[in-house]
T-cell receptor
Framework: AQSVAQPEDQVNVAEGNPLTVKCTYSVSGNPYLFWYVQYPNRGLQFLLKYITGDNLVKGSYGFEAEFNKSQTSFHLKKPSALVSDSALYFCAVRDSGNTPLVFGKGTRLSVIA | EAQVTQNPRYLITVTGKKLTVTCSQNMNHEYMSWYRQDPGLGLRQIYYSMNVEVTDKGDVPEGYKVSRKEKRNFPLILESPSPNQTSLYFC????????????FGDGTRLSIL
């Protein structure tokens, strides 16, 4: 069965600095990987996905993610953090073959002015 | 506007009193799903539906029922709610396919006393 881990409950970064939110996964086949963001009192919003192809995926709001097959990781990155990026971030993985989407426990990002 | 609509957004009720949380999407999506979000546990899937009249259990189906009589609607039914079902619930929908991102409603906060 597929699984995903977000090793950090909380990440703090100063505004203007680069940010990284970590995610590792486990699947038996080829992974479909997603990042979502959740703002207070809202549902999850899709940021980006990796299906196949380039290891660096670009998404919404200037976010990107790097797929590393050997390390089974899919870390979320942004070159310059904004205070408005402060939110809860979820990594999710799906194995091939109509399997359920499995979410990590989430990482709370705080960007400090 | 493309959206997933959940009702109610907030509900406080008592143990044993049947309740239904409605979910409707206007994107003609085949796939719909219910999740619960609890602190430290991330999102866990309750039930999902690949299409009309097709439903399957997720990771935590006990105490819940669903139905999919129409493509746009996917209600979540708690026949006899208990306090351990106090949680934040999300409905999501997507097109069919492993690489399709899910669209989430804004959530329903249930408190069972």
């Amino acid at each position: 069965a597929q699984s995903v881990a977000q090793p950090e409950d909380q990440v703090n970064v100063a505004e203007g600095n680069p940010l990284t939110v970590k995610c590792t996964y486990s699947v038996s086949g080829n992974p479909y990987l997603f990042w979502y963001v959740q703002y207070p009192n809202r549902g999850l919003q899709f940021l980006l996905k990796y299906i196949t192809g380039d290891n660096l995926v670009k998404g919404s709001y200037g976010f990107e993610a790097e797929f590393n097959k050997s390390q089974t990781s899919f870390h979320l990155k942004k070159p310059s953090a904004l205070v408005s990026d402060s939110a809860l971030y979820f990594c999710a993985v799906r194995d091939s073959g109509n399997t359920p989407l499995v979410f990590g426990k989430g990482t709370r990002l705080s960007v400090i002015a | 506007e493309a959206q997933v609509t959940q009702n109610p957004r907030y509900l406080i009720t008592v143990t044993g009193k049947k309740l239904t949380v409605t979910c409707s999407q206007n994107m003609n999506h085949e796939y719909m799903s219910w999740y619960r979000q609890d602190p430290g546990l991330g999102l866990r899937q309750i039930y999902y539906s690949m299409n009309v009249e097709v439903t399957d259990k997720g990771d935590v189906p006990e105490g819940y029922k669903v139905s999919r009589k129409e493509k746009r609607n996917f209600p979540l039914i708690l026949e006899s709610p208990s306090p351990n079902q106090t949680s934040l619930y999300f409905c999501a929908s997507s097109l069919k396919g492993d690489n399709q991102p899910q669209h989430f409603g804004d959530g329903t906060r249930l408190s069972i006393l």
